[in-house]
């Protein structure tokens, strides 16, 4: 299937087989599953190569890698209060990478950037290729630049050698990859890398925004040996880590609410580009979440 096709069954697929008479919900829920279904069609041919006689290995200094491609000054304020809330949280050196400083760290595919430079290709998607091949080479944890740690790093994702967060069942996205936990050399973080690497080598423009997640349900869908990886990893939906911000960022701030919201996700996923975001309102979960609390400004 070519991507012109991809996008005219989606459209004919979510006009007819998207009753209008359903509950919304029940037409998002649909909708998604036809998108997930025809991505899988699109990547059939994709071949998933898991690298021979890799072994994971947690290395002695881990990072936490972020990035912000136009460089940290150019950053939102509310991303710089991410990144300082990982400094304060993680208890691991933050690396945050612009485009200028990824070349020091991971060698990209030749022209990678050059085509990002000339709007071929999205941010999100250099950094989606950026997170797989700083994890296979270096493990550690990937942070989008709007995760928010409200405390420690939980023990049990610490622990494991590689772990993400599960979409919810209604979406069709399968996994969260704002958040990667890895050791280095992961089975599992090498084939999604060489993945990615062979659609960019293949392909001139992402058929899908969600590209690397459709990648990652294929390659488990695909391979026996990926999917036996991903089978021991702990299965938790990405809702722990999205309530605060998406209920919360308008109302009156109060500690003791904040502690319990926030308290089983190992962050809370944030964004930039609402109101709350970037002009809070005085008093509210989004001022402090921003500005910090009042009495340290």
Same mark, same amino acid.
């Given at each position: 299937m070519n991507y012109i096709c991809y996008k005219l069954k989606k459209i004919c697929r979510n006009r007819i087989f998207v009753p209008f008479w359903k509950s919304r919900r029940e037409r998002w829920v649909r909708r998604n599953r036809i998108i997930a279904e025809l991505s899988e069609q699109y990547l059939r041919e994709m071949p998933v190569v898991v690298p021979e006689k890799c072994v994971p290995q947690r290395l002695p200094c881990e990072y936490v890698f972020s990035m912000w491609l136009q460089g940290q000054d150019k950053a939102p304020l509310i991303v710089k209060?991410?990144?300082?809330?990982?400094?304060?949280?993680?208890?691991?050196?933050?690396?945050?990478?612009?485009?200028?400083?990824?070349?020091?760290?991971?060698?990209?595919?030749?022209?990678?950037?050059?085509?990002?430079?000339?709007?071929?290709?999205?941010?999100?998607?250099?950094?989606?290729?950026?997170?797989? +091949?700083?994890?296979?080479?270096?493990?550690?944890?990937?942070?989008?630049?709007?995760?928010?740690?409200?405390?420690?790093?939980?023990?049990?994702?610490?622990?494991?050698?590689?772990?993400?967060?599960?979409s919810d069942e209604g979406w069709n996205f399968y996994i969260q990859n704002c958040f990667i936990r890895a050791y280095a050399h992961h089975p599992v973080m090498g084939a999604w890398r060489q993945i990615i690497r062979d659609y960019w080598a293949q392909h001139t423009r992402a058929f899908d925004y969600f590209l690397p997640h459709r990648l990652?349900?294929?390659?488990?869908?695909?391979?026996?040996?990926?999917?036996?990886?991903?089978?021991?990893?702990?299965?938790?939906?990405?809702?722990?880590?999205?309530?605060?911000? +998406?209920?919360?960022?308008?109302?009156?701030?109060?500690?003791?609410?904040?502690?319990?919201?926030?308290? +089983?996700?190992?962050?809370?996923?944030?964004?930039?580009?609402?109101?709350?975001?970037?002009?809070p309102r005085p008093g509210t979960f989004a001022d402090y979440v921003v500005n910090g609390p009042i009495g340290m400004r």
């Open positions: 209060s991410c990144w300082e809330s990982i400094r304060r949280h993680s208890g691991k050196e933050l690396v945050v990478l612009d485009a200028e400083s990824i070349g020091k760290w991971v060698d990209l595919p030749p022209g990678f950037l050059d085509r990002w430079r000339k709007g071929r290709i999205k941010s999100c998607h250099v950094a989606d290729l950026c997170r797989v +091949e700083l994890l296979w080479k270096y493990g550690g944890y990937w942070m989008d630049a709007t995760d928010y740690m409200c405390h420690p790093m939980p023990d049990f994702i610490d622990h494991e050698p590689f772990f993400m967060y599960m990652f349900r294929h390659m488990v869908l695909s391979n026996a040996r990926v999917a036996d990886l991903f089978s021991q990893m702990p299965k938790i939906c990405h809702d722990v880590t999205q309530i605060f911000w +998406e209920k919360y960022r308008d109302e009156p701030f109060d500690g003791k609410l904040f502690r319990e919201v926030t308290a +089983e996700g190992a962050f809370q996923k944030l964004e930039y580009n609402s109101l709350s975001a970037q002009t």
